[in-house]
Nanobody, 116 residues
Framework: QVQLVEAGGGLVQPGGSLRLSCAAS????????MGWYRQAPGKQRELVAAITSGGSTNYADSVKGRFTISRDNAKNTVYLEMNSLKPAEAAVYYC??????????WGQGTQVTVSS
């Protein structure tokens, strides 16, 4: 059974930082492209950042320079370090594991609230 379990969300003030983590089980983690997506109320889910099995990364333009995605294959975990958070970035953040055209899994999401 595949499980992606996110943690680390919460309430942070504008300009603050959070570190999200996603622990995966039931998959050959090192083979997967791991991604973080977010979805705000009334908006479509959007890609925030992704990291390939080889460690290559890509980011949404809006988060470049502020967010960092990383992975620890020994721990089957992917992280998202978020700095200088903005109120508009409040959303449910989802972890995704993707391999080829067949395997695609989602976590349950973790809420990030950015407010003073």
């Amino acid at each position: 059974q595949v499980q992606l379990v996110e943690a680390g969300g919460g309430l942070v003030q504008p300009g603050g930082s959070l570190r999200l983590s996603c622990a995966a089980s039931g998959i050959s983690f090192s083979r997967y492209v791991m991604g973080w997506y977010r979805q705000a109320p009334g908006k479509q889910r959007e890609l925030v950042a992704a990291i390939t099995s080889g460690g290559s990364t890509n980011y949404a333009d809006s988060v470049k320079g502020r967010f960092t995605i990383s992975r620890d294959n020994a721990k089957n975990t992917v992280y998202l370090e978020m700095n200088s958070l903005k109120p508009a970035e409040a959303a449910v953040y989802y972890c995704n594991a993707h391999w080829g055209n067949r395997y695609d899994y989602w976590g349950q999401g973790t809420q990030v609230t950015v407010s003073s």
